[in-house]
């Protein structure tokens, strides 16, 4: 799913590219992704856009007469930028807004289609969908901690809720925690001043990298290979890939569609942490360290 830094790197592009245009059109090749009826979507045609913001994951376009329309490109949503009225491409092709100087296409790719776009009258109504999640580059360290401590939950799923920091999902909450030195399963009212504070800085100096390599990327255009799995990445998605710190394998815990990775050695003291499916299956052979894991893999062999 794109998060903060992917987001941000959209908007930053769209802002160039039809900023200051009037929406020609906008054309909906999926009926399952408008999710809203009041105000109707011809009531934006004509209008001027006026800038972009983001809330949480979303990507808010800001028309003329205070009309909002909220694109949400959950996991699969992409946006693409092409000549003036492109044709929606087949299977993937949800929508495409046309303007003077090209169109956006907004594509899902496989079946279960979760991209969502909400059309909303008027500063109040878009303040509806603001989980209160706070900007971490909006807090200093004070905001930060409390925001951090207002809830006994692990890291992984403090980072994680929207109601409680914005634009944080997982991939980069493994980035982040690796970084930090800490943890996927510490609680948040155990940790103290000094992880705290690495965990601060940590979250904007990841999301601070991770925006401006997207930003040279994407150089001109729009961001194309918007992906939560990047080989440069620490340990999202690198599962049984050594840590490029200290080489250890990652590991992962899974919990349904989700997966956290993380580093034994660099966050865990050496403990491996329960993934649930296995542990069950294995009960009392669990492994509890890297070196209990060997020894299991050679009586295997």
């Given at each position: 799913m794109p998060e903060y830094p992917d987001i941000t790197v959209y908007i930053e592009r769209l802002d160039v590219l039809c900023r200051g245009q009037r929406l020609e059109d906008i054309r909906l090749a999926s009926p399952f992704l408008m999710r809203t009826a009041d105000p109707p979507l011809p009531a934006i045609k004509g209008l001027l856009l006026d800038r972009f913001e983001r809330l949480g994951k979303r990507i808010i376009f800001c028309f003329e007469n205070d009309f909002y329309l909220l694109l949400h490109l959950m996991?699969?949503?992409r946006l693409h930028w092409h000549e003036q009225r492109?044709?929606?491409?087949?299977?993937?092709?949800?929508?495409?807004?046309?303007?003077?100087?090209?169109?956006?296409v907004i594509t899902e790719a496989g079946t279960q289609k979760r991209a969502s776009l909400h059309l909303v009258s008027g500063r109040q109504e878009l303040e509806r969908f603001d989980a209160g999640g706070l900007e971490i580059f909006n807090a200093n360290r004070d905001a930060f901690r409390a925001r951090l401590l207002s809830e006994n939950h692990t890291l992984k799923r403090a980072l994680t809720d929207p109601?409680?920091?914005s634009g944080i999902g997982n991939a980069y909450s493994d980035?982040?925690?690796?970084?930090?030195?800490?943890?996927?399963?510490?609680?948040t009212h155990k940790m103290?001043?000094?992880?705290?504070?690495?965990?601060?800085?940590?979250?904007?100096q990841v999301m601070t990298a991770w925006t401006e390599r997207l930003r040279s990327e994407a150089g001109d255009g729009l961001p194309e290979k918007v992906t939560a799995f990047r080989?440069?990445?620490?340990?999202?998605g690198r599962y049984g890939k050594p840590c490029p710190a200290c080489g250890t394998?990652?590991?992962?815990?899974r919990y349904a569609s989700n997966e956290t990775n993380y580093c034994p050695n660099c966050q865990t003291g050496g403990k491996l942490l329960a993934d649930r499916a296995l542990s069950r299956l294995l009960k009392n052979d669990w492994p509890r360290t890297l070196e209990e894991m060997e020894e299991l893999k050679q009586r295997r062999k």
């Open positions: 996991i699969a949503g492109v044709k929606i491409p087949g299977k993937i092709g949800l929508a495409a807004m046309d303007f003077a100087g090209g169109t956006l109601k409680l920091f980035e982040i925690l690796h970084h930090a030195g800490l943890s996927p399963v510490q609680l103290d001043e000094q992880q705290i504070e690495r965990l601060y800085r940590s979250t904007r080989q440069d990445m620490a340990v999202h394998a990652i590991q992962r815990i």
